[in-house]
């Protein structure tokens, strides 16, 4: 294993405290108390520094600047885009083009592009894509400066440049930001923190390091085994419960990720030669994004909470994010994340407690831990899990009453045994195999069952009234007493909806499938004399 | 024995898992050396009168030289009217300072010598309404005051001789923004 001299290490984290004090004012900064970055915002453009893959990103956004200053606004500086359009969401970009009065012939504002057309190339940015470059607009005014970013646009701020222009500002600013970069973040090749860890399952696995050789045995044993260790020699922090299930649970997506690349095309997506510079950034980065957690509904759902649809309070995100971490996870890991909930919640409040009395921990108040056991926690899930299920009958009203399609979707996640059939009456089924049939069925369908939903004397009237009931009953944000009927609130509750249904069935899996066949009195019976006794050690007076 | 680390898959999960590693370690909260000033609020303090800054930035702006010099830029874009270092005046201080039709002009106060009134107008220019003025001194302060509306392109304001923007105002080597 490496050993980092503490000098080396002490300059190391100083570097690397630098940028994690840039990326923290990104967290941090709100517009009318609302973050104005979304974390999964925040995850890509971490992703892309670690990944060293911004070029592309940084060339986006010297177009998105052209953009911003030609588009036909009268100020013609970039600033008034990124710093008063709000919060850095989709819509917010999207609604700052499209109300531009008189554009610039250079520009089409599209329903989800911007396309600039320079004399010699076409670019297209999305709409989508604009959080992210607003936040590395950010990004580089923290590490290389406001004034060093400025130098850059220059050419982008008198007439209208070339595409070749932009691409020649963008290869200096990536220049600028590469040589940032490289006095403040060490390359992944040259981190071995995991490595303990990998080593360690590879030991334990008989065929292979493969999902399998990863289980609640193997995370528990490794956690049992080094967070006693030194910690001063040590490069990554297993002392938590917490911070090892979260590397298994990183593992388990990265393990599933290649399995499924090797069934794909029998290759793994980046070369493994570190040392000979196989690795093509984008592709890590690529993959990372698949395999990181900030792309997932539980993200989706934040966003839309934070827009205003209060669809979960602050206590129930933190509820799902402590046993969502996708299905993987949930059927191989299901013992850990009961594991994490409870006894790693415990040893936060011991570190919490720790700081506090700057001394070691009495027996017990570690004997007296942890204060719900398995048992109470998965009585909280299910009960998430019915909320879960009132907030989706309330925005399947919302929608039954703007007429919106997806309302059937939300209808049948919850009632699968719904019959549907007789909406088919009277549809004259089109020819499939003709292209250019739009489903002409599943708009008359959808028609069918707006009116089913309606019709005081049909099968669905229940369930529309069921929904009418509970979304009249929630007195929270975004739920006015009537619902609302513009596109873009619709929009966020068609968002939370689909976040909700990905939920949903995830918890629903976990509660009646993985959960169910454990014995959970019998495992807590176990399981509390291990961590407790491995609490004493660690906070109890005998390591120090 | 078989070397797992050898394994295409083992490195690849090596690879991706410290890079995940170092994606979180970057996004952990707090980081423990001193807060960097956001971009963001730089950019509403610099337009905004209403802004209430923050002390990160106060900080910032008084101890970083970078960021002075970012803010400085960021005044250059984004205020309606610069007013230079005076060049010559051999006291050290001025009656007005000028620039773009727009006109800053100081009066001693009558009724307190301690005081005086800075005059901002407009010459022609009756939708001139700026909101904020700005001072920057030589040594790099920042000094701010969120302005009155004005009454026929004209701002009229009674000011304590010895305040840090009167001062700034008066001297030859500050220079002055309005946004």
Known sequence: ?544 | MVDPTANPKYRFAETALEALAQVDQLLASPSPGPKKASPSEMHSYAVNPDHQPTDTLLQALKNSPQVQRDFHCLLNNTAQYHMPQVAAASSGQIEQREANGCKISFRPSRADAKQMYVIIESAGNLNFSPDILFVCANNGDFHRLPLPPAQNGRIQLLLDRDNEIATGLLDIKSEVYLK
């Not at chain 1, 009632?415 to 250019?436: F, I, M, N, R, Y």
């Open chain 1, 1 to 544: 294993m490496d050993i980092v001299s503490p000098e080396n290490r002490f300059l190391e984290e100083s570097k690397s405290a630098e940028l994690t004090a840039c990326l923290q004012t990104i967290q941090e900064t709100t517009v009318d108390d609302i973050a104005k970055f979304s974390d999964k915002t925040c995850r890509e453009l971490a992703r892309l520094i670690v990944c060293r893959s911004y070029p592309s990103t940084v060339l986006e956004l010297c177009h998105l600047v052209v953009a911003a200053v030609h588009c036909g606004t009268p100020d013609r500086r970039y600033e008034p885009l990124f710093f008063s359009s709000g919060t850095a969401r989709t819509s917010s970009f999207q609604s700052f083009f499209l109300q531009i009065k008189n554009p610039s012939p250079a520009f089409t504002f599209a329903q989800k592009t911007v396309e600039i057309n320079y004399w010699d190339q076409v670019f297209t940015i999305n709409y989508s894509r604009m959080p992210v470059l607003s936040a590395l607009l950010e990004f580089l005014m923290t590490t290389i400066g406001y004034g060093q970013l400025d130098d850059h646009m220059a050419p982008a701020l008198q007439a209208m440049p070339a595409h070749k222009q932009v691409s020649e500002m963008a290869n200096a600013l990536s220049k600028s930001l590469y040589g940032y970069l490289a006095d403040h973040l060490p390359p992944v090749q040259e981190q071995r923190k995991s490595q303990s860890f990998l080593r360690f399952l590879s030991a334990n696995a008989t065929a292979g390091l493969s999902a399998i050789a990863l289980n609640d045995n193997s995370v528990l044993d490794y956690w049992l085994a080094h967070s006693s260790a030194d910690t001063n020699n040590q490069t990554l922090d297993v002392k938590t419960y917490r911070s090892v299930f979260r590397m298994a649970c990183q593992l388990i997506r990265i393990l599933q990720y290649a399995d499924e690349q090797y069934r794909l095309t029998s290759a793994l997506p980046i070369g493994t030669d570190f040392d000979g510079g196989e690795i093509d950034p984008s592709d890590l980065e690529q993959a990372l994004a698949e395999i990181d957690p900030g792309n997932d509904p539980l993200d989706d759902l934040e966003e839309v909470t934070g827009a205003g649809l209060k669809i979960v309070t602050k206590r129930e995100m933190t509820l799902l994010r402590e046993v969502l971490h996708g299905d993987a996870v949930g059927r191989e890991l299901t013992r850990s994340i009961l594991r994490n909930a409870t006894f790693g919640e415990a040893q936060a409040g011991l570190v919490q407690a720790l700081r506090q009395s700057k001394s070691s921990l009495s027996a017990e108040l570690i004997s007296d831990l942890p204060d719900d056991d398995y048992r109470a926690r998965i009585s909280q899930y299910a009960a998430l899990a019915g909320h879960l299920d009132q907030m989706l009958l309330a925005i399947l009203y919302v929608l039954t009453d703007a007429g919106h399609a997806f309302a059937l979707s939300i209808a049948l996640a919850l009632k699968p045994d719904l019959d549907l059939s007789p909406l088919a009456a009277g549809v004259d089924e089109p020819d499939w195999q003709d292209d250019t049939v739009v489903s002409f069925t599943a708009a008359t369908a959808a028609r069918q069952f707006f009116a089913a939903m309606k019709n005081p004397d049909g099968d669905l009237r229940p369930l529309f009234e069921q929904a009418e009931k509970t979304y009249k009953a929630i007195s929270r944000q975004g739920f006015a007493k009537k619902p609302v009927a513009q596109r873009p609130a619709i929009e966020q509750f068609v968002h939370g909806g689909a976040a909700l249904m990905a939920l949903r069935k995830e918890l629903s899996a976990l509660l009646h499938r993985h959960l169910t066949p454990i014995d959970w009195d019998q495992q807590m019976q176990t399981d509390r004399p291990l961590f407790r006794a491995q609490f004493m050690i660690l906070y109890g007076g005998q390591n120090g």
